[in-house]
């Protein structure tokens, strides 16, 4: 069973657009919520993360909202760039594990 | 910066082979993880270790084993390598005891069985 569902699988977006990436879990003993940037040819690298008691959290262009009681989390990508262009992966964590959504492939268009 | 380091970027073997994936970290991290990373499916625990000599199965363990002899390496083992374990093999490490702290990925072996 997926511990951590995400959405979409892929998503295309015009450049200076904003991109959205949705999150939802279950087990409310996470405790930390990391969202990892994979480019091809690369391991996944840490964006940016959130612990369950912030609502919201911005570094840059990049925002995570949390919403604790709906149990869901999403990653705003603002002014999108054609740099921005990965596979981005939400996780969990939970003691040891993390737990980790399916990806979604971004493609930011010219 | 944390560096996790892979041995092999890619590695080509046959069906049947025993196969050697290695992993060094030089954060001094409790925590290491094997995974397999495949179009669709996401990132998949294979094993994972929390100190020394110490394993516990992930999601999908059959067909593998790891060896963690020293804290800084962690290695994954494919004890006769079939066709259906071409993928790409990610290796982790984080800290066991610390809140607040991700997991730290290599770049990743893509290995193909022939």
């Known amino acids: 069973q997926q511990q951590v569902k995400q959405s979409p699988q892929s998503l295309i977006v015009q450049k200076g657009g904003i991109s959205i990436i949705n999150c939802a879990y279950e087990?409310?003993?996470?405790?930390?919520f990391p969202w990892y940037q994979q480019f091809p040819g690369k391991g996944p690298a840490l964006l940016i993360a959130?612990?369950?008691?912030?609502s919201e959290k911005k570094e840059g262009r990049f925002t995570i909202s949390f919403n604790k009681s709906a149990k869901q989390f999403s990653l705003h990508i603002m002014d999108s760039q054609p740099g921005d262009s990965a596979t981005y992966f939400c996780a969990a964590r939970l003691g040891n594990q993390f737990y980790f959504g399916t990806g979604t492939s971004l493609t930011v268009i010219p | 910066d944390v560096k996790v380091t892979q041995s092999s970027r890619y590695l080509v073997k046959r069906t049947g082979e025993k196969v050697f994936l290695e992993c060094v970290q030089d954060m001094d991290h409790e925590n290491m993880f094997w995974y397999r990373q495949d179009p669709g499916l996401g990132l998949r625990l294979i094993y994972f270790?929390?100190?020394?000599?110490?394993?516990e199965k992930g999601d999908i363990p059959e067909g593998y084993s790891v060896s963690r002899e020293k804290k800084e390496r962690f290695s994954l083992i494919l004890e006769s390598a079939s066709t259906n374990q071409t993928s790409m093999y990610l290796c982790a490490s984080s800290f066991g005891d610390r809140a607040n702290q991700p997991q730290h990925f290599g770049d990743g072996t893509r290995l193909s069985i022939l």
């Open positions: 959130i612990r369950p008691d912030v």
């Open positions: 087990n409310t003993a996470f405790d930390y």
């Open positions: 270790s929390y100190d020394v000599k110490m394993k």
